[in-house]
């Protein structure tokens, strides 16, 4: 019996799939196309971990069952290659982003064939490659030269604007704007240059703003609100504070209506859809301006519920309000001031967070009462965000928890708005509480009284109707050196794109990646000579774009990846159409989700792409999660460590000391130093500074007791697991079976090392159906195997349609025991047997398939089909009783009456022994029971 070699037999095979490209797709074909992609990693210095391949298994299971099925299928792979942790890398040692990045790809790329992915690499791509980003760069020179027409709901060039500008002016202009001026034909041509480029600047989809963003000092660069937590950068930890920056934005609220209305057409996850929903958060109400006492200005504000308009009885504007300064008066100067700073240190996500705690500061100013002519004090406050709405609200205490929680710290008026609704017990109490509601809305209440409470403020001037979207456009710009550079260029302070011809600006080469001494980013650096274009500029722009911009369109770039003409062909992408099948993690819903949507319908109003959304069909996989050990360092007295098991002799050693806080901090330790929760002393020593001169508790002891605890597998968690190892003693076949074994695709599941056996040892039983002792038989199937296998066929089939990944190796495990218990060893039966696993376990797939005699690869095998007929019940085993007793068991025909199974049983040798010439008194038979002879 020859024994199951998996290293020789993976890398005969993966050698094997490279010279021959296997997996190579053909850009059209009379097969049906089936397009499946992963979402695009990031190459890190760590390269990967047992988590990183759970959803690229999955996928590549389709896109071999697929080309089963008869599917010409695109599975291609690239890498996101710009973003941050590179370019620190490149501070922190010198060593240029570009160098290490390629190092990475290369230990990505070995890890990748490792696992016997089915990818076609000749179309491989690398967002930081000059050829990739020509294309980035030239989506930004689209948008920013288009607008939004709300009258045809789609983007148009904005030459088309300029046009209208010329003829009528645009007062009867239906835009998707920022611009509140209204002017004529004539003033538009008297404007300046600079003053129509501001105006241009209103309505183009990429533009330049002065917004408030995640600023870290430290990194030097703007943070999107997913690289900051707890008021800190993810990345090292630095301080991150809000703060006030010219910089490139896109225009995506635009969109908000489409992104949201098209979310019914995807085939996404229910949860999915309404995390997308509830970012992009539509709202219908009314915009409110409240007139400022002693000044000329307005408060406008931007409400649901204008009818509770008379429960207002003062107004909040965020910290960042551009009115906040004027309006302070100057004995609240310096509280207000001190307030902003405060306010400044949060990031929008923590703001939005701290729903309990309550601050703020009067600006000494008072706004008029719409309706009532009542003065109304105006804060500031953190729960109010600049970027939301118009940046203030309307303070109605009795209708809104914070408004209340802020009228009764700062003992504000809580006015009942309608009886029996207010929000407190305390509000209803209060009989001095008058219940005020404006005579027009005639005791209405609720969705009732809204339109009636928009229509008469629209009669009075005082605002008019509005939708809402919470959706803000998207902050373009990075103060970093390792992205793409923007095709821009300034002349008089006017932003000029660079020609097409001239694509792409690449990155010049600096030597330090810092930001410079005045702030400015690190390729201000760069002298002009050492840009590849030659323009007349007053200066280049030298912050680059953020990392979703590469990742926005590329699935688009797969289906061409080397046309130098335009990003992809036409006929390309008529063929093979959007994404089928995408899969990746739910982290990205309200980033790279929303971001491809929005430039694929870009892309399509322009007539570039044939479609509206990227992505048909989406699985966000869960988490493999890590498990982390601890060991536990007393806080008063930092150098000691404590085994686990002794905290309490410890502390016991302290009866007098009191502690405010917990007497252990938790530190993690590298897994791979930990055996059965125990850690050696020398080998914590040796792990990490910290530990290096550390005195530990018992002070005897060779080893201290860790805690243990199941979270995110990550590198800072010491927690990871390399796949090289488990591929080198399991083989990629096994853990490519292994990840899909521990639970449904969807969900977070703990990484257990001890299960993995026991996928190993069905492998190699499956091996041994192939080459037992008399080899392979030409024999017929019996009617036993025909139905393992027929049923398996028809399961497995089933389960990958509906994409349940683990329940297909559960049940070829079922198969492989049923088959070695039938001592099966037929072609008939371990052919298609050898394609059904093929998905799951190519390499051991690959060389079954030779040892039956087929030639090439199993991959284009077609995939078995059920044949019903072999599931079919024809007969039942009855177990025949005596006076109750079962004495044996009788095959009978599954059309026989029971008149005939009685006849059966009677005459059937084996009755006669146990009735010993004794008559039967009674047969009975229970159809596909039992058959009792009562005697």
Known sequence: MSEYKHIEIEKKWQKFWAENQVFKAEDSSTKPKYYVLDMFPYPSGAGLHVGHPLGYIASDIIARYKR?????????????????????????????????????????????????????????????????????????????????????????????????????GNKNVEAETSCERIFSAPDWENYSDKEKEAILQEYRLTYLADTWVNWCEELGTVLANDEVKDGKSERGGFPVEQKLMKQWMMRIGAYAERLLEDLDKLDWSDALKEIQRNWIGKSEGASVNFELENEKGKIEVFTTRPDTIFGVSFMVLAPEHELVKSITTAEQKEEVEKYIKTAGLKTERERQADTDKVTGCFTGAYAIHPFTGNKIPVYIADYVLAGYGTGAVMAVPAGDQRDYNFAKKFNLDIPAIFEGVDISEEANATKEAKVINGDFLNGLTGQEAIPVAIKEIEKRGLGKGKTNFRLRDAVFSRQRYWGEPFPVYFQDGIPKLIADEQLPIELPEINEFKPTKDGKPPLARAAKEDWNVQVDADEMECNTMPGWAGSSWYFARYVDPNNDKAFAGQDKLAYWQNVDLYIGGAEHATGHLLYARFWTKFLFDLGYLPFEEPFKKLINQGMILGRSNFVFRDKANPNVIVSKDKLQEYQDQFPNEEFKFDRFQKLHVDINLVENDKIGLEALRNSAPDFANATFFPENATHVLCDDEVEKMSKSKLNVQNPDDLVEQFGADTLRCYEMFLGPIEQHKPWDTQGITGVFNFLKKFWRLFNGEQGVSQEAPSKEELKVLHATIKKVNEDINRFSFNTVVSQLMICVNELQALKCNKQDILKPLCVLLSPYAPHIAEELWGKLGMTGSITFAEYPVHNEEYLVENTFEYPISFNGKMRFKLELSLSLSKDQVEEEVLKNPQTAKYLVDKKPKKVIVVPKKIVNVVA
Do not use: C
Not at 78 to 102: K, N, V
Not at 106 to 118: H, K, P, T, V
């Open 68 to 168: 089963h099925k008869g599917f010409n299928v695109l599975h291609p792979m690239g890498y996101d290659s710009f973003g941050l942790p590179a370019e620190q890398y490149a501070i922190q040692t010198g060593q240029h982003p570009a160098i290490t990045t390629e190092n990475n790809i290369a230990r990505y790329r070995q890890q990748l064939d490792n696992i016997g992915f089915s990818f076609d690499w000749s179309r491989e791509i690398r967002t930081s490659s000059p050829e990739y980003y020509k294309w980035t760069q030239w989506i930004f020179k689209q948008l920013f030269n288009s607008y939004y027409d709300k009258g045809l709901d789609r983007a148009r060039p904005i030459e088309d604007l300029v046009s209208l500008f010329e003829k009528e």
